[in-house]
């Protein structure tokens, strides 16, 4: 891998991507050194049939780790005999001498909740994925991204990816957040306000007061969403929490290694100096709960405001897309969110299934149980986040309060492994994509923070969590 040689300034991702690269190729355009490679079940299954057909073996695979996640159901006592693709999954990486941790085992779970949990994603390292959530692993200081089977495939055979630059964006938060307002509340609200597609060839950089007081869980959440503005690289600079939380992890280093490597984490930040292409901020000091209403990320307001109306549109294409996304979830321009009847509740997913989310999301309990007509999911994020909940208590707290408790997976997320709503079911989900059709056929999703589901489940309606 090249050294870099400039003393200009830089930013966090122009560090870690110059150190990675082992060559120029010009345009912009670079061969990189992939740190690591995880795989889930469907595209690492893919994969690992075309590494297959061309004869090719893992370059080292003891670089990679496989998990199924995506197809899996999340009923309890369900089997790899459900999903054909868990199979082969758990086949391929047997025969490449992959790690796989398959169901039921210490470190299986949603690729991109045990990837960190484990210790296999560390601060200064490329991390991709056939996945596009792949960001949420920047959290701890990463380049992660998410990659289309035919790179993975290469990247698998040759510990390399040919990768064009992007350019840099910093998001900078500010202020203190509300009580009941989260990571995943600032996320939308910053889709809301910049749009869709306002990432797309950037790199983002999360920064600012309001990042650092997050947790190291919560920067995941935040980072989880940068490709729903388009990002396909969200990070947040490691710190004292990020190394903290590392100490001990199963796959990262330990002893003088440890105390060495954070030596250099610590290094691992952006310049005083260093130039961001775009630059944006945001004071969430008086951020409320935020609640999507139609089917992309963006269409997202305040869980107390209204559906926007045609005249409040900025040109005739959102017109037409409000219009469009108003029909489909059933909604009145100018409606109110609050109050309106919620059919299921959906806890999990790689943006809000960790410990972290699940303590947040029992809290906010107390006596109370799920409305009668509501069916409650949660589906921890991997088997060590079930394995502590339980711990806890807290499947105990959540099963009296009428949820019920599942295996660890993407469930009703990706809707791939039949957790699916019923058609024109009105659904409240700490997912991150609400896009038609998404939790099944006619499914009208709501993506909210844990808080928000809580209060929403309770209610029967879409409710507002600071009113609990």
């Not at 600032?186 to 920064?207: F, N, P, V």
């Not at 109110?336 to 997913?349: H, K, T």
């Not at 309990?365 to 949660?378: D, I, K, M, T, Y």
């Not at 711990?391 to 469930?411: N, T």
Request: proline content about 5%; hydrophobic content about 40%.
């Amino acid at each position: 891998m090249s050294q870099a040689t400039s003393t200009a300034p830089a930013t966090l991702f122009d560090k870690i991507w110059d150190a990675h690269v082992i060559e120029q190729l010009g345009d912009g355009w670079a061969l990189l050194h992939i740190d690591r490679q995880l795989l889930h079940d469907m595209s690492g299954s893919r994969s690992f049939h075309e590494l297959n057909e061309r004869a090719l073996e893992a370059a080292q695979p003891q670089l990679s780790f496989a998990t199924p996640d995506h197809t899996v159901s999340s009923a309890p006592g369900r089997t790899s005999s459900t999903s054909p693709l868990c199979t082969r999954l758990e086949q391929g990486a047997r025969q490449h001498r992959i790690r796989f941790f398959g169901l039921g085992e210490k470190g299986q779970g949603i690729v991109h909740v045990m990837g960190p949990e484990l210790g296999i994603v560390l601060p200064g390292s490329t991390v991709i994925c056939g996945d596009s959530h792949t960001c949420t692993n920047g959290a701890l200081g990463a380049v992660a991204f998410g990659v289309g089977t035919s790179e993975l495939t290469h990247a698998l055979a040759t510990q390399t990816l040919m990768q064009r630059k992007p350019r840099n964006m910093r998001l900078r938060f500010t202020g203190t957040l509300a009580l009941r307002v989260s990571a995943k509340d600032m996320i939308l609200h910053a889709i809301a306000t910049l749009g869709a597609a306002a990432g797309t060839g950037y790199a983002i950089e999360y920064d600012g007061p309001a990042v650092s007081a997050l947790s190291v869980e919560a920067r995941m959440t935040l980072c989880n969403l940068s490709i729903e503005m388009g990002a396909r690289v969200g990070m947040v600079a490691p710190d004292e929490k990020v190394f903290s939380w590392l100490a001990g992890r199963r796959f990262a280093p330990a002893g003088a290694l440890f105390g060495e490597a954070v030596a250099h984490w610590r290094t691992l930040c952006s310049d005083d100096e260093a130039c961001f292409d775009r630059e944006e901020t945001f004071d969430i000091g008086r951020l409320a709960p935020q609640l999507t209403w139609g089917t992309s990320p963006e269409h997202c307001i305040a869980v107390d405001g209204n559906v926007p109306r045609d005249d409040e549109a900025p040109d005739d294409a959102r017109r037409a897309a409000w219009r469009d996304a108003r029909a489909y979830m059933d909604l009145a321009p100018g409606a109110r969110l609050l109050g309106q009847r919620v059919d299921r509740v959906f806890i999990g997913s790689c943006a809000n299934s960790r410990l972290e989310d699940l303590r947040t999301a029992a809290a906010l309990l107390g006596s109370a149980r799920v409305a009668p007509h509501v069916e409650a999911w949660v589906v921890p994020g991997s088997e060590d986040v079930s394995r502590a909940a339980r711990a806890e208590g807290l499947d105990k707290r959540f099963r009296d309060a009428g949820f019920l408790w599942r295996e660890p997976g993407c469930s009703m997320c990706v809707a791939a492994n039949g957790d699916t709503a019923e058609p024109g079911q009105r659904v409240v989900s700490t997912s991150n994509r609400n896009f038609v059709g998404r939790q099944g056929p006619g499914v009208r999703t709501h993506l909210a923070s844990p808080a928000t589901a809580v209060a929403s489940a309770l209610a029967g309606e879409l409710a507002d969590p600071r009113q609990l």
